[in-house]
């Protein structure tokens, strides 16, 4: 291995391991509510066709690099997904019921 593929692959090591701490958070958390779901779709396609690049390219730390980065960033837009439709049936219940206690109110009220 030549120097430049080295400092390619301490680049790729050091980009792609900034995305463990995300993954951690929002796994733990059980929330992505304040992750752009636009950005992570456009940093995701970004990220395949880089290793697609590298695969054709023969480019080993693009391809190290970009296929251990798509993992972490596809589980964190994946995670958003999830997450962020379970909030919204959350929500929804907690509206539901919210309505049910208002509307008992009412009706016990009723002359």
Not at 6 to 13: E, F, R, S, Y
Request: with cysteine; aromatic share 8%; charged share 15%.
């Amino acid at each position: 291995m030549n120097l430049v593929d080295l400092l390619g692959l301490m680049a790729g090591a050091c980009t792609t391991a900034a995305f463990v701490p995300q993954v951690i958070m929002v796994w733990r958390t059980r929330s992505a509510k304040d992750i752009s779901l636009g950005m992570y779709c456009l940093f995701v396609s970004g990220v395949f066709m880089w290793l697609v690049y590298g695969i054709l390219a023969n480019a080993m730390p693009v391809i190290v690099a970009n296929a251990i980065t798509l993992v972490l960033a596809a589980s964190v837009l994946v995670m958003k997904l999830r997450f962020d439709r379970i909030a919204a049936e959350v929500e929804l219940e907690m509206h539901k019921l919210t309505a049910k206690v208002a509307d008992s109110f009412e009706t016990d009220r009723a002359p």
